[in-house]
T-cell receptor
């Protein structure tokens, strides 16, 4: 039973560039949530996708966008990268849009230089 | 502003002793409470969840919830060096989203 998988694991981008991160949820799960985790901080909620729609969004600018595909996999896109976007980006999957028992992927470490 | 507060630590506990981790939250409407463990450079891993007042035990772990005091804790019995990690407390809000604490770093000394 595959767990949550994210790609890539590490990424280095230049300020102003755009990046796409990918996530495949745990088998049987239909909801994907994205988080940003800065060093020494707890995860910060970016948004959640359920039934291919963005259901909830945290306090992140429009530069952060996403998508969910019919197979429940998801992408996180960040435009016009800033140095402050450097962080660990975590994808969590769960079952149902009100499910809170989330399982995380290994994360993507994004470094903006 | 909904908040979840944790002591950042580090909390140092001798091997074999009980480690006690605490978390307070501001939203009285919170219904669900979670403890995650995060090793350095890794993603969070769900350890325990608790929904009702009282204690919930799972192996060496016990979660305790007191909604009146807006307080949730995690006890780790017979602490092992492998328990050394950062422990994150997460609390659901009325929109079923998780609000996270910044985590407590736990160090188990052999």
């Amino acid at each position: 039973d595959a767990g949550v998988t994210q790609s890539p694991t590490h990424l280095i981008k230049t300020r102003g560039q755009q990046v796409t991160l990918r996530c495949s949820p745990k088998s049987g799960h239909d909801t994907v949530s994205w988080y940003q985790q800065a060093l020494g901080q707890g995860p910060q909620f970016i948004f959640q996708y359920y039934e291919e729609e963005e259901r909830q969004r945290g306090n992140f600018p429009d530069r952060f966008s996403g998508h969910q595909f019919p197979n429940y996999s998801s992408e996180l896109n960040v435009n016009a990268l800033l140095l402050g976007d450097s962080a660990l980006y975590l994808c969590a999957s769960s079952l149902g849009d009100r499910a809170l028992e989330a399982f995380f992927g290994q994360g993507t470490r994004l470094t903006v230089v | 502003q909904k908040e979840v507060e944790q002591n950042s630590g580090p909390l140092s506990v001798p091997e074999g002793a009980i480690a006690s981790l605490n978390c307070t939250y501001s939203d009285r409407g919170s219904q669900s409470f979670f403890w995650y463990r995060q090793y350095s450079g890794k993603s969070p891993e769900l350890i325990m969840f608790i929904y009702s007042n009282g204690d919930k035990e799972d192996g060496r772990f016990t979660a305790q919830l007191n909604k009146a005091s807006q307080y949730v804790s995690l006890l780790i019995r017979d602490s092992q060096p492998s328990d050394s990690a950062t422990y994150l407390c997460a609390v659901s809000d009325s929109n079923y989203q998780l609000i996270w604490g910044a985590g407590t770093k736990l160090i188990i000394k052999p």
